[in-house]
């Protein structure tokens, strides 16, 4: 049965938390009965539904894009400093580097989860999420599968990434491990291959005209897609979707 993370500010009638966990506080990894079944998705209505939540809460989605920011010119200050030139830190440097990317990638969703869930989060309601752990040999192994198969053709690298494009939201909402996590997005992903196909190339022209504008558009249109990402995820699987 589809289930989604539950809202920040309290449990849903009926459900029990787990064992262990404080009342009132987020709590991750256990059924939630679907607020409706797997629905069709609409492109138009995702973006949209991303535009919206943005609008209506565009503080702390821009803080989060501003942390990233910093971690970015923190990184580039370091290299400058050490100016590295061994094989050894400069794989420590990029690992580190894709460490605090994938975090971040995953702190958005975390967010985005919230906004249809129906929960405005503030700053640190990004970085609630109880197994990092997870998240990062997720994203690892969505990478190095991609890598792969960029490395044969191009087309296979991009096959790739599409079918993991919701392996974060299966890890952080469900409480998936990694394997379990990538296998579920690869099947969403192919039961609903043209609508999901239709919503990553319309991310990718959101995010390159986002670019396009001195970089400073990627503040707008990278919350935009994740919550459009989010909202696809939540409608396919038949979680949680709060009105506009």
């Not at 010119?73 to 894709?98: K, S």
């Not at 079918?163 to 939201?169: A, E, G, P, R, T």
């Amino acid at each position: 049965m589809p289930y989604g993370s539950p809202p920040p500010q309290g449990m849903q009638s009926g459900m029990m938390p787990p064992q262990g966990a404080e009342p009132g506080q987020p709590t991750y990894g256990y059924q939630q009965a679907a607020a409706t079944t797997p629905g069709t998705l609409d492109v138009g209505q995702a973006l949209s539904y991303g535009w919206e939540k943005f609008r209506s809460n565009p503080g702390p989605w821009m803080g989060v894009i501003a942390a990233g920011l910093v971690i970015y010119l923190a990184f580039v200050l370091v290299v400058q400093l050490t100016d590295p030139t061994t094989m050894f830190p400069l794989l420590l440097i990029f690992l580190a580097v894709l460490a605090a990317v994938w975090l971040l990638q995953a702190a958005m969703v975390r967010g985005a989860l919230y906004e249809t869930d129906g929960s405005k989060p503030h700053f640190g309601s990004y970085f609630r999420f109880v197994n990092a752990g997870n998240v990062l040999i997720t994203a690892l192994l969505a990478f190095v599968l991609s890598f792969i198969g960029a490395a044969i053709c191009i087309l296979p690298g991009l096959v790739v990434g599409v079918l993991c494009m919701f392996s974060l939201h299966f890890v952080i909402d469900q409480n998936e491990g990694p394997f379990e996590a990538l296998k579920s997005s690869a099947t969403l992903v192919i039961t609903n291959i043209w609508p999901v196909l239709l919503l990553a190339l319309a991310v990718l022209f959101v995010t390159f005209v986002g670019a396009l504008l001195c970089g400073l558009g990627l503040l707008v249109a990278g919350p935009v897609a994740v919550i459009a990402v989010t909202y696809a995820y939540r409608t396919l699987t038949g979680g949680v979707v709060s009105p506009i």
